[in-house]
C-alpha cells in the first residue's frame, strides 16, 4: 500500500511540475537558510567546550568603581592567582595570561608581525587542552626566555626542521628558546594565541603590585567544588592582601577606601561563558553575544516558518484538486486513516525532497556564509552529522504540518460531497490562508524594517561628525623599528608632495591604537573622591592638526615654546569631569608611581572638541594629551588622489630606514570601518536573509495566486461573458492581497520599531526609527505581492472566456 | 439484499430545508437487475449514494446483505462498501495519476489481498475487459468508452454482490454506450446484482425492473416483459 501511496504522490508530483518545483524550492531555500544559522549557532555555543575540563576552568573577573567611573574588567593584578592558590583549597591549579601587544618576530631572514602573542604562566598546559606535538608540557614555559609555538607559526619559522631547542628574537631585543610546539588552537575558542611566551620572562609577572589590573587569571578548581563558595570568599581575600598594599600604597585603609564610594569585587565567569556573555572593558579577542546567537535563532524560525506555511499553503490549497482522488478511494473501500495517511505520506515526500535540496544548497553555500559570518564552520567531523541530526526532525516537522490539515479535512469530508465537488469550500481553508499569507508579509516586513534601521544606523556612524578627519590618513605601523630616527623619517616623508602633515603617536582614535587610561587628580586635591580617569596620550606637536581636530578653547601645542612640555590639552569631557567651566590655566597632577607618591603638574593650554576615540557604542570619556614619545605609529595626512604615489614613497623610505623590518600600513578610514565590522555584517546578513524571506514568500504567493485564479476560472469566465475588462478582473483578483498587506503592516509595524528600538539603544549615538522605512518596507511588500500576483492574475483575466467556462 | 422501509433524506442548509427522499421503500432480490429512472433532481442519485453505503438517511430503515446499516459510521460502511460494492459512475472517476492497471488493483489493495492473487485477478478482469492492451496507460491517453470500461473492471475486480452504476452511460457516444450497457448485461447474466440509475428509456430496457422516481418518492414500478415470460 505505502508504494501506492509513493506512486501517486510521485505522479503527483511530477505532474504539476511548476507547482512542485515552487513548493520544494521554497521549502529548500528556507531549509537551507535555517540549517546555515542552525551549523552557526552551534558552533557560537561551542566555544572553548574542546578543553577536558571545561566545567571547572573559571576566569576572575573584576568590578571596579573608581572615580565615579564603573568599569568590569577581564584582567586582575599579578599576585590574586598565586593568592587564590593559596588561599582556597578548591584551586587545582591557576594560569595568567599578559599581553604586550604585536611583536615582531625573526628567525634568520624571516620576521613577521605576531599580534597573537601571549606571554603565559607554564601551568597553561595543564589547566587547557593544548596538545603538545613536540617537547614537555611541565618544562616548555618553566624558564624565563623560552616560548611554545602553534603548529602553523612553527613551520612558518622553522619548516620541517624541528623548532625545540631553537630560539626566536622578538622585536630585535630578545632571543626566546622554543620549548614545545602545540596543536592549533581551535577557531572556537574565545583565544587564539599563535606563541605562548613564558610569563617567568616578565619582571611585572613577579611585582606584588595589587594596583594594577593587567592579568588574565584562570582558575581550574578540583572536581565537585561550588565557585559561588569560592567567590563568596574573594572579598575577604581582597581585605587580606589589598589592605596592607593600599595603606603601604596610598597611605590609606581598605575602609576609607571604600567610604570613599570606591569598590572592587572580583567574581568568577565559567570559561564556557566567556565567548557569549562576556563583553569586559578587557578581553583576550572580540567576543560574540548571545544576543546575535538570539536574532538569528529567530530569522532561522522565521525563514523555516516562512518556508513551511507556503509548504501548507499550496498543499490545502492543492488538497481541494485532489479531493476527487479521495473520494474514489474512499468509495473504492479506503478508510480514513488509510487516506490520513496517504496525504501525510504524500507531504512528507515532499518535505523530504526539500531537505535533501536544502542540505544541497546549504552545502553549496556555506563558504559563502562562512565569509558572511567570519567563521571557518566545515562540514567535515561532526558537521555532517549535526546537519542530518536538524535536518530529519525538521523535515519531519514540515511534512506532517503541512500534511495534517489537508489530510484530515479530506478524510473526513464525505465521499459523496467530495465526489460532487461541494467539498472545495470545506478544503480551501480561506481563513488560516490568509492568516498565514498575512503572517508571511508581517515576517517580511520586519525584517525590511531591521536591514534599514541597520543600514541607516551605519550611515549614521559614516556621516557623524567624529571629531577628526579619518579619510586621506596613512597610518605607518611598526614606528618604534625606526627608533631614534623616527623624527628623521618623518621629516623625510614630508618633503614628499603628496604628504600634507605628519605627527608620531601610538596613540590614535581608530584600532590598533595604545590605550593608557590613568587616574588624575586636579592640583592640590589628591583624594580619591576628586579622581578623574582618563586616557592620557603622548602626542607630537603636529598631531591635532595632522587628526583634523578642532581646538574648542586655548591653543594647540606650538614647537616653538618649550614651556609647552609641561602643558596639557584636554577634551571637553575631561573638562567637565573635573568640573571646569573655564580650564584653561588649571592644573592637573599626574601620578607619577603606583603608590602615588610623587606627581608631575601640567598647565592646561587647551580644550579639544570631543571626538569619538571608542565606538559609538560608548559615549566620548574623558581624554587628555600632553607632548611625550610614543613611536609606535606615525600617521600622514596625503592629498586626495596621491594615494598611490605617497604609499610608494613611504614604502620606499621605509626600506631605506629599516630594511628587512616588515612594512605595515593601515588607511584609517578603513580601520574606523573595522569598529563597525559586527553591525555591518549583522546588517549585511538580516539584507540576505529578509531577501530570501520575501524570495520565499513570493514564490507561495506566485503559486497561491494561481490557484486562486483557476478556482476562479468559472466565475472569471462569466463575468468576461458579462462584459468584465481585463484590468477589472485583475483587480478582483489583486484586492484581497491588498488587504492581507494591510493587515500584515498592522502586526508588523509595532514589532518592528519595538524590536530596532532596543537594538539603537545599544549605541550612545544613534539614528532614530524613521517612520518613511515603515512605509517603504510596506510599499515594498505591497508591490512585490501585486506584482507576483497580478502577473497570474492578468493571465487569468486574458483567457478566453470560452475555454475556461468549458473547464466545468 | 436490499430492503428499505420509509427511507428519508433531507438537506438542510441555512435556510430551507429540502426533502430529496420521502417513504422510499424498496427491495431488491439477489441476481436483479433493477433501473431507476426520474427527471433531473428527482433523488435517483442521492437513492443511489444511501444504496452504495456513500451516505445516510435522514430517517427510517436500511437492511443490506442482512445488516441494519442506517445509523452505521463511515467506519463501519467503508468496511462493508468495499467488500460488497462496486461502483460506476458516469464520470468515470478513475484516478489520474494511476495506470488503468493500477486504478482496477485499487479496490484489492484495500481489501488486503496479497501481490499474487491481486496481479491474477487485475489481469483476469482485464482480459476479460480486452484491457490488456491498456495496461500501461493513464486514464488521460484512453476514449470515454475505454475509460468506462476501465471503470466497470474496477467495479468487478473484487466480486462484488451488488454494482451500483450512476448513469454509466451519460458521457458515452451511443457506440460506447450500447457497449458498456452489453457488458452489465452480461454481468448481470451472471448473477451479480445490479442497480443503474439512468436517463435513456432504450438502456433501462436491460433492466428486470425500472424504478420511476419523482419529488422524492417512487412512484411506479414497472417490471420489463422480456425477463417474465
Redesign the interface.
Known amino acids: 500500500m505505502l508504494s501506492n501511496y509513493l506512486k501517486t504522490a510521485w505522479r503527483n508530483i511530477v505532474r504539476h511540475k511548476g507547482y512542485s518545483f515552487i513548493n520544494v524550492f521554497g521549502l529548500a531555500v528556507g531549509m537551507a537558510a535555517c540549517l546555515l544559522i542552525l551549523m552557526f549557532i552551534r558552533d557560537e555555543l561551542s566555544y572553548d567546550r574542546y578543553h577536558r575540563e571545561a566545567d571547572r576552568i573559571f576566569r576572575v573577573a573584576a568590578h571596579v568603581r573608581f572615580g565615579g567611573m564603573d568599569r568590569d574588567i577581564g584582567t586582575v593584578p599579578a599576585p590574586l592567582a598565586a593568592a587564590c592558590r593559596q588561599e582556597f583549597p578548591e584551586v587545582e591549579q591557576a594560569v595568567r595570561f599578559r599581553e604586550q601587544g604585536d611583536f615582531i618576530v625573526r628567525h634568520g631572514e624571516r620576521s613577521f608581525t605576531e599580534s597573537r602573542l601571549i606571554f603565559a604562566d607554564a601551568s597553561v598546559f595543564q589547566v587547557f587542552n593544548l596538545p603538545l606535538r613536540r617537547g614537555d608540557a611541565r618544562t616548555a614555559l618553566a624558564q624565563p626566555r623560552t616560548i611554545a609555538l602553534s603548529e602553523t607559526t612553527a613551520r612558518k619559522y622553522f619548516g620541517a626542521a624541528d623548532p625545540v631547542g631553537q630560539t626566536l628574537r622578538l622585536d630585535n631585543q630578545e632571543d626566546y628558546r622554543v620549548g614545545a610546539v602545540f596543536g592549533d588552537i581551535p577557531s572556537n575558542s574565545h583565544f587564539r594565541f599563535d606563541l605562548i611566551a613564558s610569563l617567568e620572562s616578565l619582571e611585572e609577572s613577579r611585582e606584588q603590585v595589587w594596583g594594577n589590573n593587567n592579568f588574565f587569571t584562570y582558575l581550574l578548581l578540583r572536581p565537585d567544588s561550588d565557585p559561588a563558595a569560592l567567590q563568596a570568599k574573594f572579598p575577604d581575600v581582597i581585605r587580606k592582601y589589598l589592605g596592607p598594599w593600599l595603606r603601604q600604597a596610598l597611605g590609606r585603609s581598605f575602609d576609607e577606601v571604600l567610604t570613599s564610594g570606591a569598590r572592587l569585587e572580583y567574581y568568577l565567569q565559567p570559561l564556557t561563558a566567556i565567548h557569549l556573555h562576556s563583553q569586559l572593558a578587557t578581553e583576550l579577542d572580540v567576543n560574540g553575544d548571545m544576543r546575535v546567537v538570539y536574532v538569528f535563532a529567530a530569522i532561522a524560525l522565521l525563514i523555516l516558518a516562512i518556508a513551511a506555511v507556503n509548504f501548507i499553503n499550496l498543499a490545502t490549497a492543492r488538497s481541494a484538486g485532489r479531493a476527487r482522488e479521495a473520494g474514489i478511494r474512499q468509495v473504492l473501500g479506503s478508510e480514513r486513516r488509510q487516506l490520513m495517511r496517504q496525504f501525510l505520506t504524500d507531504s512528507l515526500l515532499m518535505s523530504g525532497l526539500g531537505i535533501a535540496l536544502a542540505m544541497l544548497l546549504a552545502a553549496v553555500a556555506l563558504p559563502w556564509f562562512n565569509h558572511l559570518t567570519g567563521k571557518a564552520i566545515a562540514l567535515a567531523g561532526g558537521g555532517i552529522g549535526f546537519v542530518a541530526a536538524c535536518a530529519v526532525p525538521m523535515a519531519l516537522l514540515v511534512g506532517l504540518l503541512a500534511g495534517l490539515y489537508p489530510a484530515w479535512k479530506l478524510a473526513s469530508a464525505r465521499p459523496v460531497e467530495v465526489l460532487k465537488h461541494r467539498l472545495a469550500a470545506g478544503v480551501r481553508g480561506g481563513r488560516l490562508r490568509a492568516g498565514l499569507v498575512v503572517f508571511q508579509f508581517a515576517v517580511s516586513m520586519v525584517l525590511i524594517v531591521g536591514t534599514g534601521v541597520v543600514f541607516r544606523q551605519l550611515r549614521f556612524i559614516q556621516d557623524k561628525n567624529l571629531g577628526f578627519e579619518r579619510d586621506q590618513v596613512l597610518v605607518l605601523q611598526n614606528a618604534h623599528l625606526l627608533d631614534k630616527q623616527a623624527e628623521a623619517f618623518k621629516n623625510e616623508m614630508l618633503k614628499h608632495p603628496g604628504v600634507v602633515s605628519a605627527t608620531i603617536s601610538g596613540f590614535l582614535p581608530v584600532p590598533p591604537s595604545n590605550r593608557d587610561n590613568s587616574a588624575l587628580f586636579p592640583k592640590g586635591a589628591i583624594e580619591s573622591s576628586r579622581t578623574v580617569m582618563a586616557q592620557n596620550w603622548r602626542i607630537d606637536p603636529d598631531y591635532i592638526k595632522t587628526m583634523g581636530m578642532n581646538i574648542a578653547a586655548g591653543r594647540d601645542f606650538a614647537k616653538e615654546r618649550p614651556a609647552d612640555r609641561e602643558a596639557v590639552i584636554i577634551n571637553q569631557a575631561a573638562a567637565r569631569q573635573f568640573g571646569w567651566r573655564e580650564p584653561r590655566g588649571r592644573q592637573i597632577s599626574f601620578p607619577q608611581d603606583s603608590q602615588l607618591k610623587s606627581f608631575r603638574d601640567r598647565t592646561v593650554i587647551g580644550v579639544v572638541e570631543d571626538f569619538h576615540f571608542d565606538s559609538l557604542r560608548s559615549p566620548i570619556g574623558p581624554l587628555v594629551m600632553f607632548l611625550g614619545e610614543s613611536n609606535d605609529r606615525i600617521s600622514f595626512r596625503f592629498q586626495a588622489r596621491q594615494t598611490t604615489a605617497v604609499l610608494a614613497g613611504l614604502k620606499r623610505l621605509w626600506q631605506r630606514f629599516a630594511p628587512g623590518q616588515p612594512f605595515e600600513y593601515a588607511f584609517m578610514d578603513e580601520r574606523f570601518a573595522e569598529l563597525y565590522g559586527a553591525e555591518l555584517r549583522l546588517g549585511t546578513i538580516l539584507g540576505v536573509f529578509s531577501a530570501l524571506a520575501i524570495l520565499v514568500a513570493c514564490l507561495g504567493l506566485l503559486a497561491l495566486a494561481s490557484f486562486m485564479a483557476e478556482r476562479r476560472t468559472k466565475e472569471i469566465g462569466i463575468r468576461k461573458v458579462l462584459g468584465a475588462s481585463v484590468a477589472e478582473i485583475t483587480l478582483l483578483l489583486s484586492r484581497e492581497f491588498v488587504k492581507w498587506v494591510v493587515i500584515a503592516a498592522l502586526i508588523a509595524w509595532p514589532l518592528a520599531f519595538y524590536a530596532m528600538n532596543r537594538w539603537l539603544r545599544g549605541f550612545a549615538y544613534r539614528t532614530d526609527v524613521s517612520i518613511g522605512l515603515f512605509m517603504l518596507s510596506s510599499l515594498l511588500v505591497l508591490l512585490i505581492a501585486l506584482l507576483t500576483v497580478s502577473f497570474q492574475a492578468v493571465r487569468a483575466a486574458r483567457a478566453n472566456p470560452v475555454d475556461s467556462l468549458r473547464y466545468e | 439484499m436490499i430492503q428499505t422501509k420509509n427511507l428519508k433524506k433531507i438537506y438542510t442548509t441555512e435556510e430551507v430545508e429540502t426533502s430529496a427522499l420521502n417513504q422510499i421503500n424498496l427491495s431488491v432480490q439477489e441476481g436483479e437487475f433493477v433501473a431507476v429512472m426520474g427527471p433531473s433532481g428527482c433523488g435517483k442519485s442521492t437513492l443511489l449514494?444511501i444504496l452504495?453505503l456513500?451516505?445516510n438517511p435522514s430517517e427510517g430503515e436500511y437492511h443490506f446483505v442482512g445488516h441494519e446499516v442506517s445509523r452505521y459510521s463511515?467506519?463501519q460502511r467503508?468496511?462493508l462498501?468495499?467488500?460488497n460494492i462496486g461502483?460506476v459512475?458516469q464520470s468515470f472517476?478513475?484516478?489520474?495519476?494511476?495506470t488503468v492497471f493500477?486504478n482496477i488493483e485499487?479496490?484489492l489493495?484495500?481489501?488486503k489481498v496479497g501481490g499474487n492473487e491481486r496481479r491474477k485477478k487485475v489481469l483476469e478482469v482485464m482480459e476479460r475487459m480486452q484491457l490488456i492492451p491498456r495496461k500501461n496507460h493513464f486514464p488521460q491517453q484512453l476514449s470515454g468508452g475505454q475509460q468506462q470500461r476501465v471503470a466497470v473492471a474496477?467495479a468487478l475486480v473484487?466480486r462484488p454482490k451488488l454494482i451500483l452504476a450512476d448513469e454509466p452511460t451519460g458521457n458515452l457516444d451511443s457506440a460506447n454506450g450500447d457497449e458498456v450497457m452489453s457488458l452489465l448485461s452480461q454481468l448481470h447474466g451472471e448473477g451479480t446484482t445490479i442497480v443503474m440509475v439512468t436517463h435513456s428509456p432504450a438502456y433501462s430496457e436491460y433492466a428486470q425492473r425500472v424504478v420511476h422516481l419523482f419529488d422524492g418518492h417512487i412512484v411506479t414500478e414497472n417490471f420489463n416483459q422480456k425477463f417474465h415470460v
Open positions: 449514494n452504495g456513500l451516505d463511515e467506519r467503508a468496511h462498501r468495499k467488500a461502483f459512475f472517476n478513475l484516478i489520474d495519476e494511476l493500477e485499487l479496490p489493495l484495500y481489501l474496477r473484487a
